[in-house]
């Protein structure tokens, strides 16, 4: 009989960009960008690695802090199963992008997202819908920190969009004003 030698997480993996999510009391390797689940077996640096490169090549050189952060976010997001998680989480991200970019319409500071959205989101939703949904919607990602970061994903995102059109296009023309 063969026993299947099975791999276990390490917090090392963080800096490959991994969290681990456990499904019937085994480990298995979950990207914290796109939450993307690989098998047990994938759970070895290079593998992880090779998922980093392939699909996030954009982010390859953030350092470790970053991932840190990032995992930090999902372990905020605790929920029983895998599915779930990962369709909440995305409806979190889905949610906080769009809160930021109302934020970003009043041209008011950023800070607004955590002293003031935030809270009247979180009490609105506690009063008409109760403490659940309210434990919901403190999972969207809007302190400080986040909005800020979300503004340079955001940026990065937007800049990188125009050098690939720009490259792409044989002739394009720069508009100042
Ligand atoms: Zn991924």
Same mark, same amino acid.
């Given at each position: 009989? %063969?026993?299947? &030698? ?53 982010? &390859?050189?953030? /350092? ?9 976010? +999902?372990?905020?997001?605790? +929920?029983?199963?895998?599915? %779930? ?16 970019? +109302?934020? $970003?319409?009043?041209?008011? %500071? ?20 109760? $403490?659940?949904?309210? /434990? ?6 809007? $302190? ?17 969009? +125009? ?15």
């Amino acid at each position: 009989m %063969s026993v299947v &030698k099975k791999r276990k997480y390490n917090n090392d993996y963080i800096k490959n960009g991994f969290a681990s999510i456990q499904k019937n009391g085994v480990d298995q390797p979950q990207c914290f960008i796109c939450y993307e689940i690989l098998s047990n077996d994938s759970m070895r640096a290079p593998r992880l690695e090779r998922h980093l490169w392939a699909k996030h090549g954009a982010l &390859k050189e953030k /350092q470790k802090e970053f991932f840190a952060a990032r995992c930090d976010n +999902l372990k905020r997001m605790k +929920l029983d199963t895998a599915g %779930s998680f990962a369709q909440t989480s995305e409806k979190v991200l889905e949610a906080s992008y769009e809160l930021l970019r +109302l934020v $970003s319409r009043t041209k008011k %500071s950023h800070t607004i997202g955590a002293t003031l959205v935030k809270p009247s989101l979180l009490k609105s939703t506690d009063i008409v819908l109760g $403490s659940e949904s309210k /434990q919901k919607l403190s999972q969207i990602p809007l $302190s400080d920190s986040t909005v800020k970061r979300r503004i340079d994903d955001v940026a990065e995102d937007i800049q990188n969009q +125009l050098v690939t059109a720009v490259k792409q296009s044989q002739i394009f023309a720069i508009q100042l004003d």
